[in-house]
């Protein structure tokens, strides 16, 4: 008979290590011209997500949240921002299944408020009202990129 207990599995644990931004631009071509316009500009973003391990041994990953917004006065370029908000996480006994939607979903829902801060900042600072950029599901988004990739054939 031994005094050991069985070994207890270790838990998932999930911690943020830095969030920073990792490159900020902001352009205004047809400045001072564009603040003459009396029109709201019309906003499109594009959005875009990476992760990638950088210390495996350790948990430890980046991933980055491009966020790249144009807008645009009677055709006109208002002003154009691109920021790559990015975070480092720690994440340990992870089951491998969980791993992708953890840094697909988790990490990117963590990052978006502060990209949402830069962006409104960079704007505001650029001479324009600030930018509120509406809240992403990156739950969906996630599901909508599988259902791609299954379509298609692609592995995950």
Do not use: H
């Amino acid at each position: 008979m031994t005094d050991q207990e069985p070994q207890q599995p270790a838990l998932p644990s999930f911690n943020i290590e830095k969030i920073y931004i990792k490159d900020l631009s902001v352009e205004v071509p047809n400045a001072p011209a564009i603040f003459l316009e009396r029109d709201a500009p019309q906003i499109d973003m594009q959005l875009n997500t990476q992760s990638a391990p950088v210390d495996t041994a350790n948990g430890i990953y980046q991933t980055i949240l491009t966020l790249t917004i144009n807008a645009k006065v009677n055709d006109k370029a208002a002003f154009l921002v691109e920021l790559q908000q990015a975070g480092i996480f720690r994440i340990q006994n992870l089951p491998q299944e969980a791993m992708e939607p953890a840094l697909s979903i988790g990490c990117p829902n963590i990052l978006f408020p502060y990209a949402r801060e830069a962006v409104s900042d960079a704007v505001l600072k650029a001479g324009f009202p600030p930018l509120m950029l509406q809240p992403v599901n990156f739950e969906v988004l996630y599901m909508q990129q599988q259902q791609a990739q299954q379509a298609s054939g692609q592995p995950n």
